[in-house]
């Protein structure tokens, strides 16, 4: 109800502020008896982790996992697991500079006057730093969806106005981790690089576009009515920082077709239902037919810049603000495990709901 | 988890299928000693009724509404409000050519698939018409939320590839309901009405984008991480049917712009802090900043046309079909008050949930 | 959360004051494809319903319950059946005695200070009529569990100081529809009709205790820690009008046991585990073992008494006040399919989540 | 859903194998602004750990709780309060011995059935180390709860059939704390000493009674229907390792009582509405009434003994046992923090809840 579990069967809960103690989370309800490789769970957080690249933030936080519950012998064991990343970053750096100043776009003004109190540190709950927990959640659900054939890949298609011209099919997905703006399109992704660098010297920031692929889905993934699938990954996706639209299948772009245009006519190949097209982006009736799933993700541009603003603090007094420390200029290419991990969270837990539509 | 409720402390729950006996729901959490004109639920009912305007499906559907319980000499009582709308037009039709055939871009062979058994008629539980329920609930929650001030209007911005260049600030929201589309711009509606008509003659159908805008809401509105407001609205808008595609603010156009021209930065106004621009769309950290909230919501052509498609039926045979009967050539003007009830919703249950993070 | 749902797939929610229009419910999450005869659940609903015999009240509430939506041709759907059954009882008598008084150990004091309004019509939304709709939904638990070979029967245990000393083993529980106070003891029965019938012509009540047995349950049902299936059947139990008690297994006086007693041990019978003996009342670590669970819910006496009484109005007043009209001495004997509607909603609940228990 | 989360508003979620890393738990909900006294969390902490007497175990777990986040600078931030209690005592001590036998009356046989995996070592999950997160989660509350004047009182009725003839009161339960069994009539405590300490020497084992007073209880407080307060008080019990069962106010023995004198006559004193008795134990239709609220929580005796019993293994075979190692011959003194732990918890949520009644 507070905001802090998502999903219904598989459900993550997180905690922790960007430089308290730790954060970390509970995941309940995974089945039990599967094997989980917790090294891959270190693998996809070190994709999320800041500093990997010359264009990220700088800051080293190591971010390891530590696995405290629920997985014994290396497989589930059906009770909860508990797992915890200790803050490392915890400077006890000053922060009577920003400690009542509202920085634009950020969430400081409305924890403060939601809460009356907030834990000014690096944003504190607001923090992106939070997603690291959703991380590992994704990371235990792409290997538990990957035992049943089901992939779910994400990858940047645009940043800032530069954009790939290519369609997920056309591109080679394998490619994704080839650079670090993780876009497989490599003349597009040298243009990103290159706008990336440049945007960061002016002390400025950039937003993006992510597009997120799931292969193999099974048919019948998705509860009606409140629920849909796409219902679920919207709200999935929107409870990502900086997050500001989501478009399944044709999205936007669909509104301006005709139903003659957008309907996907089923045929058969092979014994198996199929679709001519995929205008409806793998789901029907808020249920999955079987089809790819994709769909695109929007990110602003990151809130701190190093650009003098205006602003209020918190006794109503118009301030100047400018930011310090070490920032990205573009989260984009970080939040690519981050939408990967939400998407299998939302793909895992709708998986274990279709296992009660029958009685078996 | 069966994907029939919405909400958490305000909370909807709905049953029913097209061509059952009723369609109804139960709308738990309302808080007590609040006047609610049933009268007004019955106003919003009849604007996303069938056959309003010459433009809209001739099927005469009355959708009365009974409330059955929770509101007693014409207060609410804190108990769970039931409602009920009976199907009067469940004519003992012939179904036996639409029975087996999956409609192309329609639930059908996804529902059939997930359950093993569906009711055919007119789409059964898939059918659009449940979200009369949703349109009840929600004229509740806009007469409460009026008592605080916080009013929800939503209109239709786009038709096809015809859409209003004005913003919501420079059009006259109260103008809406002054033509058939819902669109306040006189001449564009009217653009659009000439294209509906067209697309109709020639048996196709159309999409179009939905704007809504929620003026005054309060500071503070919204759960953290994963309950953020803009989670919950882009739930609510991609469980309504036909809906791929949200976006807040700036929204998916944002993320080609610079942090520094993103950026909304705070002032005072009048003893209250402001902000500049609101490219945020009124949310920060998922919270409610004060600003006004806008979102637009994207709705493809409608599934149902009256030309000849491919399709399968349930024997995994290709067939040829064609929709008989009589259907929208575009439900986006009738799906106005479908986004108001579910942004009503949305911000209700949030506001009581708001309650709660302090002990008072 | 404002306690009108039941259940976590399988799940009921229900509406209704006494008075008003009409009671009902939605249960969501019922399996799809599943054989339901609704004239069975009408033969429960025979069963709890006032005026079945010359003990019980004379008010004629024929309760019968029309199927709104979630079953096809015989068969459920999947998706929520809706249900309501109409109030026929609705005389608009003359409340004006009653209105402001609060009726001793009833809930007429308890809402109205917590909701400032209440329905005083017989007991608004505090009324034990609510209780049908369990009993609906209940009755369908029990045709579904019955497929699976699970079988759950309650009987009267005691009346007032009347009690049975047998064991469920050694009454014959076919017979428990024999007699009207539903004691499958003739003898003991005959006592408990001989002593509601003289305490109803005193103008008192009494109260009483249920055993209810669940035959047959699959192991492991049931999840750990806080849903433990005995803290939800506890829940279900005390969430039922009067209830004051509930014990599994040994009870209150397997806390006089030594361990050495208490303990059930396990043996091998024809290749399946079994224990010798079932203090455990068939369920350890909230999970059942597969013995027999049975358990103890106490009533306290019917609070609605013919007898002149103390008590308060709404100005703060003494005031006297004495029952009117038609009212129970002892809602035991009618309060038995309640407790087995309870039960097999708790336990369908639980088989449905046991499905999410492994990935299949 | 998968059993590890109660309450609704102040939700607690747990995790933890009892010779895992460690256990421990997310609070979310907990409202902003409040000062917790994390040294108080630890004194309830000890007064549940093993080897606080000579009657307990001698295992020496420190149980020191790491708050991870959510409390800053002494104050709640409304954001989820993480902790851990890493586990001290996780002597890699030879498993073989019991790894595939089922202890009589634990729940090794039941989890084993329902995941097909378990962690053997201590009861896995399973075992009551687990109630520890409890009573952190419960301390909290239990200091929110003071702050509204709300006091949560526990102690011990009766151990095995020592009990003490005296009402809550009659007894001053300032005392609880001065004797080791926690009974606040000091010569049954000694009785229930000698007892504890003689069936400890035969290698047996004892359960016993605890009763749990809320004094000062806010009117208003508890949903109505399903979820009334008694249920949620029942739920939280029977939720606690061992317990057998519950009953509120007059419980089982209420059932012979008359109506007449069952019923609690309402009167004004100093112009508030008192009740004459309190055979209620203060709830109403599941709501709060003000006066105090009592029940009694039944605990069955000590599961593991040292004397030999019979049982089965993993393969079906037939076996001898006999526990090793040290364990209390009787928990529940140390049970007593845990049940107002679980009460305070259901109080206060049921306090926010409330808060959500009307509109403010």
Same mark, same amino acid.
């Given at each position: 109800? $507070? *905001?802090?579990t998502f999903?219904? +069967?598989? &459900?993550?809960?997180?905690?922790?502020?960007?430089?308290? @103690?730790?954060?970390? =989370?509970?995941?309940?309800?995974?089945?039990?008896?599967?094997?989980?490789?917790?090294?891959?769970i270190?693998?996809?957080?070190?994709?999320?982790?800041?500093?990997?690249?010359?264009?990220?933030?700088?800051?080293?936080?190591?971010?390891?996992?530590?696995?405290?519950?629920?997985?014994?012998?290396?497989?589930?064991?059906?009770?909860?697991?508990g797992?915890?990343?200790?803050?490392?970053?915890?400077?006890?750096?000053?922060?009577?500079?920003?400690?009542?100043?509202?920085?634009?776009?950020?969430?400081?003004?409305?924890?403060?006057?939601?809460?009356?109190?907030?834990?000014?540190?690096?944003?504190?709950?607001?923090?992106?730093?939070?997603?690291?927990?959703?991380?590992? $959640? *994704?990371s235990?659900?792409?290997? +538990?969806? &990957?035992?049943?054939?089901?992939?779910?890949?994400?990858? @940047?298609?645009?940043? =800032?106005?530069?954009?790939?011209?290519k369609?997920?099919?056309?591109?080679?997905l394998?490619?994704?981790?080839?650079?670090?703006?993780?876009?497989?399109?490599?003349?597009?992704?040298?243009?990103?690089?290159?706008?990336?660098e440049?945007?960061?010297?002016?002390?400025?920031s950039?937003?993006?576009?992510?597009?997120?692929?799931?292969?193999?889905?099974?048919?019948?993934?998705?509860?009606?009515?409140?629920d849909?699938?796409?219902?679920?990954?919207?709200?999935?996706?929107?409870?990502?920082?900086?997050?500001?639209?989501?478009?399944?299948?044709?999205?936007?772009?669909?509104?301006?077709?005709?139903?003659?245009?957008?309907?996907?006519?089923?045929?058969?190949?092979?014994?198996?239902?199929?679709?001519?097209?995929?205008?409806?982006?793998?789901?029907?009736?808020?249920?999955?037919?079987?089809?790819?799933?994709?769909?695109n993700?929007?990110?602003?541009?990151?809130?701190?810049?190093?650009?003098?603003?205006?602003?209020?603090?918190?006794?109503?007094?118009?301030?100047?603000?400018?930011?310090?420390?070490?920032?990205?200029?573009c989260?984009?290419?970080?939040?690519?495990?981050?939408?990967?991990?939400?998407?299998?969270?939302?793909?895992?837990?709708?998986?274990?709901?279709?296992?009660?539509?029958?009685l078996?």
């Amino acid at each position: 109800m $507070a *905001g802090n579990t998502f999903g219904s +069967i598989f &459900k993550l809960t997180s905690f922790g502020e960007s430089h308290g @103690v730790a954060i970390g =989370g509970i995941i309940d309800g995974c089945p039990a008896g599967l094997s989980i490789n917790v090294d891959q769970i270190q693998v996809d957080l070190d994709r999320r982790k800041p500093g990997q690249s010359h264009i990220s933030t700088q800051r080293k936080e190591s971010d390891t996992v530590e696995i405290l519950s629920g997985i014994f012998e290396g497989k589930t064991l059906g009770t909860p697991i508990g797992f915890m990343i200790r803050n490392k970053d915890q400077r006890s750096k000053d922060y009577s500079k920003i400690k009542d100043v509202y920085r634009p776009s950020h969430a400081d003004f409305t924890y403060q006057e939601k809460y009356g109190i907030r834990d000014y540190r690096g944003g504190g709950r607001s923090s992106a730093r939070e997603t690291a927990c959703r991380v590992v $959640a *994704g990371s235990i659900a792409k290997q +538990i969806l &990957k035992t049943k054939g089901i992939e779910v890949t994400a990858f @940047v298609l645009q940043i =800032g106005s530069i954009k790939t011209g290519k369609t997920y099919q056309e591109l080679n997905l394998s490619l994704v981790e080839e650079n670090i703006v993780r876009c497989p399109d490599a003349d597009i992704a040298n243009q990103m690089i290159a706008l990336v660098e440049a945007t960061k010297k002016k002390g400025d920031s950039l937003g993006g576009i992510i597009q997120c692929l799931i292969k193999n889905p099974i048919v019948g993934i998705g509860e009606p009515v409140f629920d849909r699938l796409n219902a679920n990954l919207a709200k999935a996706m929107l409870s990502i920082n900086a997050v500001k639209g989501f478009e399944l299948g044709s999205g936007f772009a669909g509104s301006e077709q005709l139903g003659s245009e957008h309907n996907d006519a089923f045929k058969m190949i092979d014994g198996i239902p199929v679709t001519e097209t995929n205008n409806s982006g793998g789901i029907q009736g808020g249920i999955s037919n079987g089809q790819d799933i994709y769909f695109n993700v929007a990110f602003k541009p990151v809130a701190t810049i190093f650009k003098e603003q205006d602003t209020i603090n918190k006794d109503g007094e118009e301030v100047k603000m400018k930011a310090e420390g070490r920032h990205d200029p573009c989260v984009v290419p970080r939040a690519v495990p981050i939408v990967e991990a939400m998407t299998a969270i939302v793909m895992l837990d709708a998986l274990l709901l279709k296992q009660t539509n029958r009685l078996v």
